[in-house]
């Protein structure tokens, strides 16, 4: 393949994620970008949800019952001719691991906020892992057929709550609760909700270039059309510029105001956002910045999943492309193993429906048939350029609870199923010291992941799980620089649960910061690390 086609590859592509708080509206408004690209034909499936109550992107059975998303999927679409990957994030905030690295796998983010409710909880966490990688970020005002702040409001909420400015790519018309559509600042058009409520948008174009036009003061009555006027006007001489070099920094989030439900501007959304969203970008290595153009191949892991789909009885290993051509069948260095590694069944999604794929360029995600070889955060690279991206950032566990199988028959699936799991990268495991393998100790961010846990052992491994919560909050991994710590040499080590993690590092947990003071003020030699020291 020549450089010219790779790089045409490359530039068709677009890989995001949608973040919001859940409730914001992410499901709908995938289902409705999957819409336009003709990967599903359901329109209306939204309004049987409550029947149904699931979406294409929640296949899990867990999350049809809870109605919410428990894990990443990888969505991929065509839509004019660009290429498409949606990386569905779970809303829930016990799931923040998961969704930070599937953050690290993405351009850009679409970041949905409830025209009522504006800047929640969760789209704050969120957000500001898109800050600190630096991506775009655009944002959707979402449920505009119904009431809520009014748009400057909202503006300044962005600006105040999350500290990035909002550049306004449209602007509602009329009334809060009764909007008549939306003004396109770029087009100098004017969309308004179409009578049947049903479908998108009718557009009216601007016969002088300006929102002055009386055409469109007699569509949208004179007094919408004068308040449209000032709006405008206010946003021109007060409001930021667009500036698309802000906007690619994520210095500046373009805002689009719409409805998902009522496919109000999601269509434009799309368009515009394929228009302004990056291509892949350049990443760093151990081995200096590794261009997407490069044509050597690299990849690297930022999702295990074991039994995605409870007929294969499998585990998958997602990885994002990052540079060079994918090609099935094709071997390449596995960097933590130091071995070569036949990608031999390569799978993409739509949801549940697989397909083999047989190559794949920067931007793209594949799911590997994985028999236990890849951990989270590893990097594939071609034999002739071997280096790593780097590692992922872990996050401390808050919540600990001591785990063992209810039937000891059951060991055997009990140890296969906690081990899986953890390389998933679901919970994290560690083992009292002192202890055998009969019980263990999980320790989780938050406390739905041990409900996950209890359910996927019981479904996956045939295992019931007895759980007793610790009365713990705050782990610390231990390093004094010389000999390896243990519990008769950390003083006041019976004031917590002196454990080791999966790599054997010696962490102590304890209940609050109080005794964490106490513990590290009487072992002056050692250094406490709220996450493993060599990340
Ligand atoms: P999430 O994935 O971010 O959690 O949100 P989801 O899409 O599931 O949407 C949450 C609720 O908001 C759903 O209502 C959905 O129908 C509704 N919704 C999404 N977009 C819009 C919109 O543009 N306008 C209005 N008015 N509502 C919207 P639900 O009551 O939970 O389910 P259902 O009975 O509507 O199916």
Redesign the pocket.
């Given at each position: 393949m020549s450089a010219e086609e790779l790089n045409k590859e490359i530039n068709r592509r677009r890989t995001f994620a949608i973040i919001?708080?859940?409730?914001?509206?992410?499901?709908?408004?995938t289902e409705k970008l999957l819409l336009y690209g003709g990967a599903i034909h359901l329109a209306g499936s939204?309004?049987s949800?409550?029947t149904q109550r699931h979406?294409v992107s929640d296949w899990m059975e867990i999350e049809k019952q809870r109605g919410?998303?428990v894990t990443s999927s990888v969505l991929q679409f065509d839509y004019n001719g660009y290429r498409i990957n949606i990386l569905d994030t779970p809303?829930h905030q016990d799931f923040s691991e998961d969704t930070y690295r599937t953050l690290m796998a993405v351009d850009s983010a679409v970041m949905?906020i409830d025209v009522a409710k504006g800047v929640e909880a969760q789209t704050k966490k969120l957000f500001k892992v898109c800050r600190q990688r630096g991506i775009p970020i655009f944002t959707f005002v979402?449920?505009?057929?119904?009431f809520g702040k009014s748009p400057i409001d909202l503006m300044e909420e962005i600006e105040q709550v999350l500290g990035i400015r909002a550049y306004p790519m449209n602007w509602p018309i009329g009334i809060d609760g009764n909007y008549q559509g939306v003004y396109n600042r770029q087009k100098n058009q004017v969309e308004l909700f179409s009578e049947d409520g049903t479908h998108g948008q009718n557009v009216i174009a601007s016969e002088v270039g300006s929102v002055e036009d009386p055409v469109f003061a007699e569509r949208i009555g004179k007094e919408n059309h004068q308040a449209l006027c000032e709006d405008i006007e206010l946003l021109d001489m007060a409001g930021e510029q667009f500036d698309d070099e802000k906007v690619q920094h994520g210095e500046l989030t373009p805002m689009f105001f719409g409805?998902?439900?009522?496919n109000f501007g999601v269509q434009n959304f799309l368009e515009e956002y394929l228009r302004l969203a990056p291509p892949p970008a350049a990443r760093e290595s151990s081995d200096g910045i590794i261009d997407p153009q490069d044509e050597k191949f690299s990849a690297f892991i930022f999702k295990i999943q074991a039994n995605m789909n409870p007929a294969h009885r499998d585990r998958l290993s997602f990885m994002r492309i990052c540079s060079g051509k994918f090609t099935r069948g094709m071997s390449v260095y596995h960097d933590r193993t130091g071995k070569m590694i036949k990608l031999a069944q390569p799978q993409q999604f739509l949801a549940q429906d697989r397909t083999i794929i047989d190559e794949a360029y920067p931007g793209d995600i594949v799911g590997l048939f994985d028999p236990g070889i890849f951990g989270m955060g590893d990097t594939l690279c071609s034999q002739g350029h071997k280096f790593h991206f780097p590692d992922f950032p872990v996050f401390p566990p808050e919540q600990f609870a001591r785990v063992q199988a209810k039937d000891t028959m059951k060991r055997k699936q009990f140890v296969k199923g906690i081990t899986e799991l953890t390389q998933e990268g679901a919970v994290q495991l560690f083992q009292q010291a002192g202890a055998g393998t009969e019980s263990y100790i999980i320790g989780t961010v938050g406390s739905l992941q041990f409900e996950v846990l209890e359910y996927r052992l019981k479904n996956e491994y045939g295992v019931d799980l007895l759980m007793q919560m610790q009365p713990y909050e705050v782990a610390r991994w231990m390093e004094n620089g010389k000999e390896k710590i243990t519990p008769s040499s950390l003083r006041g080590a019976d004031r917590g649960m002196f454990v080791y993690d999966i790599k054997e590092r010696p962490v102590l947990l304890v209940s609050n910061e109080w005794a964490l003071g106490w513990i590290t003020d009487n072992n002056p030699d050692i250094k406490f690390y709220p996450v493993p020291p060599d990340k």
């Amino acid at each position: 393949m020549s450089a010219e086609e790779l790089n045409k590859e490359i530039n068709r592509r677009r890989t995001f994620a949608i973040i919001s708080h859940p409730d914001a509206g992410k499901t709908t408004l995938t289902e409705k970008l999957l819409l336009y690209g003709g990967a599903i034909h359901l329109a209306g499936s939204v309004k049987s949800r409550k029947t149904q109550r699931h979406a294409v992107s929640d296949w899990m059975e867990i999350e049809k019952q809870r109605g919410i998303s428990v894990t990443s999927s990888v969505l991929q679409f065509d839509y004019n001719g660009y290429r498409i990957n949606i990386l569905d994030t779970p809303g829930h905030q016990d799931f923040s691991e998961d969704t930070y690295r599937t953050l690290m796998a993405v351009d850009s983010a679409v970041m949905i906020i409830d025209v009522a409710k504006g800047v929640e909880a969760q789209t704050k966490k969120l957000f500001k892992v898109c800050r600190q990688r630096g991506i775009p970020i655009f944002t959707f005002v979402n449920k505009l057929d119904r009431f809520g702040k009014s748009p400057i409001d909202l503006m300044e909420e962005i600006e105040q709550v999350l500290g990035i400015r909002a550049y306004p790519m449209n602007w509602p018309i009329g009334i809060d609760g009764n909007y008549q559509g939306v003004y396109n600042r770029q087009k100098n058009q004017v969309e308004l909700f179409s009578e049947d409520g049903t479908h998108g948008q009718n557009v009216i174009a601007s016969e002088v270039g300006s929102v002055e036009d009386p055409v469109f003061a007699e569509r949208i009555g004179k007094e919408n059309h004068q308040a449209l006027c000032e709006d405008i006007e206010l946003l021109d001489m007060a409001g930021e510029q667009f500036d698309d070099e802000k906007v690619q920094h994520g210095e500046l989030t373009p805002m689009f105001f719409g409805s998902a439900m009522t496919n109000f501007g999601v269509q434009n959304f799309l368009e515009e956002y394929l228009r302004l969203a990056p291509p892949p970008a350049a990443r760093e290595s151990s081995d200096g910045i590794i261009d997407p153009q490069d044509e050597k191949f690299s990849a690297f892991i930022f999702k295990i999943q074991a039994n995605m789909n409870p007929a294969h009885r499998d585990r998958l290993s997602f990885m994002r492309i990052c540079s060079g051509k994918f090609t099935r069948g094709m071997s390449v260095y596995h960097d933590r193993t130091g071995k070569m590694i036949k990608l031999a069944q390569p799978q993409q999604f739509l949801a549940q429906d697989r397909t083999i794929i047989d190559e794949a360029y920067p931007g793209d995600i594949v799911g590997l048939f994985d028999p236990g070889i890849f951990g989270m955060g590893d990097t594939l690279c071609s034999q002739g350029h071997k280096f790593h991206f780097p590692d992922f950032p872990v996050f401390p566990p808050e919540q600990f609870a001591r785990v063992q199988a209810k039937d000891t028959m059951k060991r055997k699936q009990f140890v296969k199923g906690i081990t899986e799991l953890t390389q998933e990268g679901a919970v994290q495991l560690f083992q009292q010291a002192g202890a055998g393998t009969e019980s263990y100790i999980i320790g989780t961010v938050g406390s739905l992941q041990f409900e996950v846990l209890e359910y996927r052992l019981k479904n996956e491994y045939g295992v019931d799980l007895l759980m007793q919560m610790q009365p713990y909050e705050v782990a610390r991994w231990m390093e004094n620089g010389k000999e390896k710590i243990t519990p008769s040499s950390l003083r006041g080590a019976d004031r917590g649960m002196f454990v080791y993690d999966i790599k054997e590092r010696p962490v102590l947990l304890v209940s609050n910061e109080w005794a964490l003071g106490w513990i590290t003020d009487n072992n002056p030699d050692i250094k406490f690390y709220p996450v493993p020291p060599d990340k």
